[in-house]
Each structure stands twice: as structure tokens, then as C-alpha cells.
């Protein structure tokens, strides 16, 4: 059996490359997606130079699209597996409240930091970690060690 922390030569060299290129697809996407959403919010369009101003219509349609992917990828699934969808899980209606916040919560931040840049959004939206990490450590006791 392979222990996951330990030297198993090309194996670990193979898992920490594959790690590395899901890190670097990830962060490319939502890289390229800010660049993107960047350009579409703060450039002038057309010849009387207005902005584009349906951004919020643009996250819903990104958010219907991740629904229907996922809505397929859950059928793919439960098939290969050989079950019915009914026996997997949670039934498919208990996923709506968290899709919802899911689709109004970013459609009402892109209204909300409309007039400020993108790169000081992503600057905002990565604080968010502190107060979880300081509620983890304070009321769960987690102990949070730099590596």
C-alpha cells in the first residue's frame, strides 16, 4: 500500500505534477475569466462608447449553463455507478437553496462592486479567508501551522 506522504519515487513525482497542472488549469480559468469580466466592465463598446452594462445577466447565464453540466454529470455518474439517481445521495431538490445563493450571491456583488476594479475585488474576495481562519482557531481550536 502506498502511503501518500511518503517517497515513492516516480509515483510522488507524477501525483505532485498532475497536482501542479489542475493548480495551474484552475488559476489560468479564473485568471482569464477576471481579464475577461475586466475588460467587458470597464471598456467602451460601439461608436457612441458605452459600457457594457448586462453583466449580472452574463453570471446567470454562466450559472444555468454549470447547472445543466452538472445536472448531466450527475446522470453520467449515477449510471456508470449502476444505481438510480434516487439512491445516491441527496434527493436532487435539496441542492436549490445553496444554488440559488449560489446565482443571486455573485450577481448581487458584480451590482454592488460594479464602480470598483477588478483587481481590488479579487483583493476582497480573498480576505474573506481571515475571518474563517480566526472563527476556526478561536471557537473550533484549530491550529493553523505554516508549512
Known sequence: ???????????SLRRVLVLAFCV????????Y?????ETLST??????????EQL???NLAQNVVCLIWSYMMIKIWSTRSGSSSSSMGAPWWTYWSPGITNTIG??????ALKYISYPAQVLAKSS????????????????IHPS
Open 128 to 143: 474573506k479567508m481571515i475571518p474563517v481562519m480566526l472563527m476556526g482557531s478561536l471557537v473550533y481550536g484549530i491550529k
Open 24 to 31: 495551474a488549469g484552475i488559476w489560468s480559468a479564473y485568471i
Open 1 to 11: 500500500m502506498e502511503a501518500h506522504g511518503g517517497g515513492g519515487g516516480s509515483g
Open 33 to 37: 475569466q477576471g481579464v475577461l469580466q
Open 106 to 111: 455573485p450577481a448581487l456583488g458584480i451590482e
Open 43 to 52: 471598456k467602451r463598446f460601439g461608436s457612441d462608447g458605452k459600457r457594457f
Open 56 to 58: 449580472a445577466f452574463l
